[in-house]
């Protein structure tokens, strides 16, 4: 967290009052045995080093690889990602949409915060708060212009707005001179802006970006 | 409910305040809550949903509010609809002499496991669809005070159905513990023209998933 963000509700280094009502709840919750602190200390865990967008883009990159694999997931995104070892609860029912030249894919929950979790992980702030929410349905090509993504005129532009019982993530493009790569370092240049659709991937990762 | 929650569409939210990188939890608090919720979530006694209690939040509030911040009022409030706590308890921190609940709390083990399970709301019972792909549909003007996934901006607008995604327990009901309901989910596509009027893209497109009491036929 930087200083510059003080200000925006939807960060989260604003007062301590939520901390200590959080622990003082805990507290409550462990005496009365409704919860396990271990328990609690492992889900953490879990959700900050074991899934996240890692996950997705081992998918993506076997989907590039084997056309096969490809077809399956595009058919029966669940399942598919399963055979990778990825499974959770929020994201049991996952559709997985692809982009193309003619078609791209946008990822969005306006009601709340719907995220395929299993490949992506928890979703960032920017994805869950109101400026994107609002604006992804009613005008998905601006948004998509301020993360840098120009799209021509003549591609559709299909926006998932995941209210109900579905998580989404979109299968990006495998970009053109990539073809030398291996499925490890196709793995590599895929970032989970590609996988909400906000990015596009580009033949080389640059540094810092995600 | 035509809550703040109910958002897509509105303008005047501000920028999109964009990180290329951030930590999962901002704060252990955050992580805290989210893990609380989960685990008492996984005990199944629960009687209300996560987001009805995040929807009931007042319009200022809930803007002002950080997102883990509605998490931590909506666990409390889910906790006492369900009986698992009492507000005096959450005031003086401390059990009621009279609390007599059996240890609920899930081993690290189990906890982790119910996080990688498939949930409850897809049902296994067969029930007819009244759609059929490729169908015209009307999203119903519907305006209830409770919890809905129909989002205002479809109310009374015309789709297609693209898919059937099956059987689940219907989330207007059971996310009071009033019934499941179940019924079929459809993918309905919407013309972005349709939802906005004529300033929209021509062949852009919004696609909802929208629980068969939600759908007429067009």
Known sequence: MTASHNHDPDHQDVPSDPALRVKALESLLVAKGLVDPAALDALVDTYENKVGPRNGARVVARAWVDPDYKKRLLASGTAAIAELGYSSNQGADIGVVENTHQVHNLIVCTLCSCYPWPVLGLPPVWYKSAPYRSRAVIDPRSVLREMGTELPADVELRVWDSTAEQRYFVLPERPAGTEQLGEEQLAALVTRDAMIGVKKVMPQLEVGRR | MNGIHDMGGMHGMGPIEYLETEPVFHEAWEGRTYAISCAVQSTGKLRLGLRPPIE???????????????????????????????????????????????????????????????????????????????????????????????????????????????????????????????????????????????????????????????????
């Open chain 2, 56 to 218: 009931n939040i007042p319009a200022g509030e809930y803007l002002r509010m950080s997102y883990y911040e509605r998490w931590l009022i909506s666990i409390i409030e889910r906790m006492v609809a369900s009986d698992l706590l009492t507000r005096d308890e959450i005031e003086t921190g401390r059990p009621a002499t009279t609390s007599a609940n059996a240890p609920l709390a899930l081993s690290p083990a189990d906890a982790l496991a119910a996080q990688f399970k498939i949930p409850a709301t897809r049902l296994s019972v067969q029930i007819g669809a009244r759609f059929r792909l490729g169908q015209a549909v009307r999203a119903r003007n519907i305006n209830p005070v409770t919890h809905t996934r129909l989002p205002r901006y479809a109310r009374g607008k015309s789709g297609t159905i693209e898919r059937d995604h099956g059987v689940f327990a219907f989330m207007d009901t059971s996310a009071y513990s009033a019934g499941e309901n179940p019924q079929h989910v459809y993918s309905v596509r919407f013309a972005a023209r349709e939802l906005w009027g004529h300033e929209a893209a021509p062949h852009d497109a919004v696609y909802l998933d929208l629980f068969e009491d939600y759908l007429e036929p067009a």
